[in-house]
T-cell receptor, first 112, second 116 residues
Framework: GQSLEQPSEVTAVEGAIVQINCTYQTSGFYGLSWYQQHDGGAPTFLSYNALDGLEETGRFSSFLSRSDSYGYLLLQELQMKDSASYFC?????????????FGTGTQLKVEL | NAGVTQTPKFRVLKTGQSMTLLCAQDMNHEYMYWYRQDPGMGLRLIHYSVGEGTTAKGEVPDGYNVSRLKKQNFLLGLESAAPSQTSVYFC???????????????FGPGTRLTVL
């Protein structure tokens, strides 16, 4: 199976840069994904890393190092609307159906 | 497109009652999923379906049943509700090709269920 660990909470100020880490244990997987969830809302897809390295999408970037079983989500120029929970997720090599295993989530609080 | 919709949005049950949660998607997705989300536990997969007429167990299937009679609908049933099933339930869907490469799933707005 797979297991993923994330910090439970991170606090940062508006305009700053914050990094949310994700470490995982899996025998193999099809890349690392990140989802955002605002309070009371549904999770929404943010980014995906199939290979080692950095992927950039606007203010958000995501990084993966398969050799270190580690990834992170980087949020730049933080805005109040970025206050949300962020989940990393992997899809294992075995079984079908694009099943995902999610981390327990990191709650990001952006302060003025 | 409405995307993924769920009914009802809220529900309160008494222990032992039964209910069915309905999920519908209009994106012609092959795969559909039911998750539960509890504080500090993240999203846990209950059951999933890779196509019409097929279902499979996820990580926490006990106490739940599912059916996928039509491609666009995925039903989650609780035959005898227990307080431990108090949770927020999310339905999701994904393509069988294309965005499956990105591990992308599309989620509904959730159903908040309380079992007393």
């Amino acid at each position: 199976g797979q297991s993923l660990e994330q910090p439970s909470e991170v606090t940062a100020v508006e305009g700053a840069i914050v990094q949310i880490n994700c470490t995982y244990q899996t025998s193999g997987f099809y890349g690392l994904s990140w989802y955002q969830q605002h309070d009371g809302g549904a999770p929404t897809f943010l980014s995906y890393n199939a290979l080692d390295g950095l992927e950039e999408t606007g203010r958000f970037s995501s990084f993966l190092s398969r050799s270190d079983s580690y990834g992170y989500l980087l949020l730049q120029e933080l805005q109040m609307k970025d206050s949300a929970s962020y989940f990393c997720a992997v899809r294992g090599l075995t079984g079908g159906g694009n099943k995902l295993t999610f981390g327990t989530g990191t709650q990001l609080k952006v302060e003025l | 497109n409405a995307g993924v919709t769920q009914t009802p949005k809220f529900r309160v049950l008494k222990t032992g009652q039964s209910m069915t949660l309905l999920c519908a998607q209009d994106m012609n997705h092959e795969y559909m999923y039911w998750y539960r989300q509890d504080p500090g536990m993240g999203l846990r997969l209950i059951h999933y379906s890779v196509g019409e007429g097929t279902t499979a167990k996820g990580e926490v299937p006990d106490g739940y049943n599912v059916s996928r009679l039509k491609k666009q609908n995925f039903l989650l049933g609780l035959e005898s509700a227990a307080p431990s099933q108090t949770s927020v339930y999310f339905c999701a869907s994904s393509y069988s090709k294309g965005t499956i490469i990105r591990n992308e799933q599309f989620f509904g707005p959730g159903t908040r269920l309380t079992v007393l």
